[in-house]
């Protein structure tokens, strides 16, 4: 006799919002790569997670170190694109991880709560607000207007334009991807 119950899913097709739909790697899993990562970083979810895919990892991480770490832009304009963007996308991922990264680079609590809300509510100088409103303006139409475009070029000159760009991009990705994985903080953070 059929049941007019239908059959459950399985525990792992709907994960609840604090699991993550795909988890990271254990350790005895870890390429050289991985292992080389998680020496400098500790075993930090955004690479043990997205290490599942051997062949997309390590390109996505030689992009995203270049911008974190070897890019032309300072630290504190750096941090207030993520932060931002952390903040448009709602990615507590993100949010939590670059918060330190932010304060280690000037940014104060006042500045990085600020990030939260409306830009008119903080008095930023007019550099920053141009990297805020940069964010905000890729964030609601994908594109700069042109006053903010000559904000930003009063500061940065092409490089910096380019890579100003691609960092709110990348981090727009990177959102987009823990968010939709449900990649959870690690105890602590």
């Known amino acids: 006799m ?3 119950t239908p059959p459950a899913e399985p525990p792992s097709a709907v994960p609840s919002p604090d699991t993550a739909r795909i988890p990271p790697l254990p350790p005895e899993e870890w390429d050289e790569t991985l292992r080389a990562v998680v020496a400098a970083t500790g075993p930090l979810h955004v690479f043990t997670t997205l290490a599942r ?3 997309l990892f390590p390109a996505w991480l030689g992009f995203g170190s270049k911008l974190l770490f070897e890019g032309t832009l300072d630290g504190r304009v750096r941090e207030i ?3 931002r963007v952390a903040h448009q996308r709602s990615c507590a991922y993100e949010w939590t991880h670059h918060v330190p990264i932010a304060r280690a680079a000037g940014l104060t609590e006042a500045e990085i709560e600020a990030l939260k809300g409306a830009p008119d ?3 930023w100088p007019s550099a920053d607000r141009a990297v805020i409103d940069a964010a905000d303006e890729l964030h609601a ?3 700069v207007s ?5 904000a930003l070029a009063e ?3 092409e490089a910096g334009l380019i890579e100003l760009i691609m960092l709110i991009g990348q981090y727009h990705m990177l959102a987009f991807t823990l968010n939709a994985l ?3 903080a690690e105890p602590g953070h």
């Not at 042109?146 to 000559?150: K, Q, V």
């Open 121 to 123: 509510a903080h008095p």
């Open 141 to 143: 139409s994908s594109t």
């Open 53 to 55: 895919h051997p062949g």
């Open 2 to 4: 059929a049941s007019d």
């Open 182 to 184: 449900r990649v959870q």
């Open 146 to 150: 042109d006053a903010t475009w000559a």
């Open 81 to 83: 694109a993520i932060l």
């Open 155 to 157: 500061r940065f000159d």
